[in-house]
């Protein structure tokens, strides 16, 4: 479990850090004064090392203070607000080590002034609280943090799982779900179940569900397509394989407990991508379709099917390999829900590994631009009758207003397999610079539309008579708008002086 800011290293740093402060000392002086290097003193203040009895008397002694106050856990009322910010699950949780640098780096970046940082992280933290901002969404913003770090491709991953793929003699694609489940129960020991899940109306959306005890179950939902039990099954050997202990014990998330379950799920997940779309054959494949010089849908439906994939594992994994295989590393992945019988769209799942910050989380009150193709295959949602199996594909050159980037925008739609009355859209995006307009031959095709897109309607600049999908008036623009005309009238008083002409 992270470490609790109530451990007496970090409270001990931040109570010596406040008096020297507050008696103006320098670190020279206060070593000498309680007999100590410099260089101890300040691990201790960094909230790094904890001192002997003895030497904690001398530091009593060095600022004329009780022995009892100065160990006590009790911090003064100025230092309250940095305690108790670091005691919020966002920064217990937050996987420091993972960024190359360890919770007590923050610690003694913040103990420079920890009045000032206890202001500025409980800020913070009422900034989340605003916008209801979860844990979870917190750790899942950090995970995404980590792959845009790594170009979203973990070569130790591909590895494994090429490995894995050898061993088996998995040779097809693709990959028999059979074989994957012969192993789990074979190999593993496992029991697994694709009936009793389904049964449970309170547990019929959820994916698959592991036990540990009596021994290793998987209930694995047997309304799930064949190519998603595929995935499902991958993935549980994937934390086999990897040695992941820590994980939930549901997908979808019903709790998320720690970082580490986090991070396991998505190497796991990684893992099975990399095994049912292996990446030699895959990046081949890629490079055929991106060479040709005009746009199809069917070949790209074409290329999932041969896969035996849903369209977000799919665009998932091209995710991994695009950047590090074919230079590709311009790219974003969306991925938008709605139901029928509403307007609301929601995004879901982002990961974006280009400099443009394209469609990401919004207010509550806003609505998605419906000009993006992932979100006008979905506007309105597909009726009940269509096919889960054979997704709906378009391409777009989208012109990004906000930003004045273009990007092509590769996107789908089906229902969802265990949401009757619900869609999904997957968009795999490039920006349209050098190198993806020497790689995509068809990204100039005329049979792709060109059109301006925004993030939300209520942002805007299209007028009425040009976006005739505008779902809701552009009333955050109109109000930055008259803020920008007031700013510019006061400038122009206060330039004429006295306020005549």
Not at 18 to 47: V, W
Not at 198 to 206: H, T
Not at 440 to 457: K, S
């Amino acid at each position: 479990m992270p470490e609790a800011i109530d451990n007496p290293r970090l409270i001990l740093g931040l109570k010596l850090r406040a008096l020297r402060a507050e008696r103006g000392l320098t670190l020279q002086e206060t070593a000498a004064r309680a007999g100590l290097s410099i260089s101890y003193l300040s691990e201790i203040e960094k909230g790094r090392k904890y001192p002997k009895p003895e030497r904690l008397l001398g530091l009593a002694e060095a600022f004329g203070i009780p022995f009892d106050d100065l160990v006590s856990l009790q911090v003064d009322t100025e230092l309250g607000p940095l305690k108790r910010a670091l005691s919020s699950p966002f920064l217990r949780e937050f996987p420091f080590r993972l960024f190359g640098f360890d919770r007590e780096d923050l610690f003694a970046l913040m103990n420079a002034d920890p009045v000032r940082a206890g202001a500025f992280l409980k800020t913070f933290l009422e900034i989340a609280r605003s916008y209801d901002l979860s844990v979870e969404q917190f750790l899942l913003a950090a995970l995404r943090a980590y792959q845009e770090m790594h170009h979203n491709h973990f070569a130790e991953l591909e590895e494994a799982a090429a490995a894995f793929r050898e061993e088996a003699g998995l040779d097809e694609i693709p990959v028999d779900p059979a074989a994957l489940r012969s192993r789990l129960e074979e190999r593993h020991g496992y029991r697994v179940d694709v009936e009793a899940l389904a049964r449970e109306p309170a547990l019929a959306s959820l994916r698959s569900v592991f036990r540990q005890e009596p021994g290793p179950t998987l209930f694995v939902n047997g309304q799930l397509l064949p190519s998603q039990q595929a995935f499902v099954l991958a993935r549980e050997i994937g934390y086999r394989r990897l040695d992941l202990e820590s994980r939930a014990i549901t997908s979808s998330w019903i709790q998320v407990e720690s970082f580490d379950q986090v991070l396991n799920h998505f190497r796991a997940s990684y893992f099975a991508g990399a095994v049912l779309l292996p990446r030699d054959p895959l990046v081949g494949d890629l490079a055929a379709f991106l060479a040709t010089d005009r746009w199809s849908p069917a070949a790209l439906v074409d290329l999932m099917e041969r896969y035996d994939s849903t369209p977000e594992t799919f665009f998932t994994r091209l995710t991994q390999l695009l950047p590090e295989e074919l230079g590709l590393e311009e790219i974003f992945f969306l991925r938008f829900t709605a139901r029928r019988g509403s307007d609301r769209l929601h995004l879901t799942k982002v990961l974006n590994l280009s400099q443009v910050p394209v469609p990401h989380g919004v207010g509550p009150a806003e609505h998605y631009c419906r000009r993006w193709p992932g979100t006008a295959l979905l506007h309105p949602p597909l009726e009940g009758g269509a096919s889960p199996s054979r997704p709906t594909v378009q391409a777009q050159r989208s012109f990004f207003l906000d930003q004045e980037e273009e990007f092509l925008v590769l996107a789908t739609v089906r229902p969802l397999a265990l949401q009757p009355d619900g869609s999904s859209s997957v968009s795999l995006g490039f920006r349209l610079d050098r190198r993806a307009r020497r790689r995509i031959r068809f990204w100039d095709d005329p049979a792709i539309p060109r059109l301006d897109v925004g993030l939300t309607c209520e942002r805007c600049p299209l007028p009425p008579e040009v976006c005739a999908e505008r779902v809701a008036a552009p009333r955050i623009r109109a109000q930055a708008e008259r803020q920008r005309e007031m700013l510019a009238a006061l400038s122009d008083f206060l330039r004429r002086g006295n306020g005549s002409g």
